[in-house]
C-alpha cells in the first residue's frame, strides 16, 4: 500500500492509539506510518464490544436474579475468565466456580473476599453488597 493511500478513518481508539503499517514511500521503498484505523476494523471492535456489554448485562441481571454470585459480574466486567482470576487470587479453578455459587459466596471469609476484590480493584464491601 502506497503511503498515501492509508486509510485514517476515525474509530474507536482513535483518541487512545495508532497502529504502525508498512507502506511504499515515493521511491518504492517500505517505511513505517501511522494509521487512525480504517472502517472495517473499527465496526469489528464495535461489535466486539457490544458482545462484551451484553456479557456484562447477562452477569448483572444473573447475580439480581441470585443466579450467581457478585464475581460473577466482576470477572466480565474486569474481562477475566477463570485462569486469569485464579493467576491474580491463587485460588485454583475449581475453588473460583464453586465461589460463582450465592450460597458458598455468602459463606466466604473476608480475607478471600479481600484477594476477589483486590484483583477486581473494588472493596471488600462493595464485592459483598453488590446486588445488580
Not at 493511500?5 to 501511522?34: H, I, M, S, W
Not at 466486567?77 to 491474580?88: F, K, Q, W
Request: proline fraction near 5%; glycine fraction near 6%.
Amino acid at each position: 500500500m502506497k503511503k498515501e493511500d492509508l486509510p485514517q478513518d476515525p474509530g474507536a481508539l482513535d483518541n487512545f492509539t495508532r497502529e504502525v503499517c508498512y507502506v511504499k514511500n515515493e521511491d518504492g521503498k517500505y517505511e513505517t506510518a501511522l494509521s487512525k484505523g480504517w472502517e472495517v476494523k473499527a465496526q469489528a471492535l464495535d461489535s466486539a464490544w457490544e458482545d462484551v456489554n451484553a456479557r456484562i448485562e447477562e452477569a448483572r441481571q444473573a447475580v439480581k436474579n441470585g443466579e450467581k454470585s457478585p464475581i460473577h459480574y466482576f470477572m466480565e466486567l474486569r474481562l477475566m475468565d477463570l485462569p486469569v482470576l485464579s493467576g491474580y487470587t491463587g485460588f485454583f479453578p475449581f475453588f473460583i466456580k464453586r465461589h460463582l455459587k450465592p450460597a458458598i459466596f455468602a459463606g466466604l471469609s473476608d480475607r478471600k473476599l479481600a484477594k476477589y476484590a483486590t484483583a477486581f480493584d473494588v472493596t471488600v464491601e462493595e464485592l459483598k453488597n453488590f446486588k445488580g
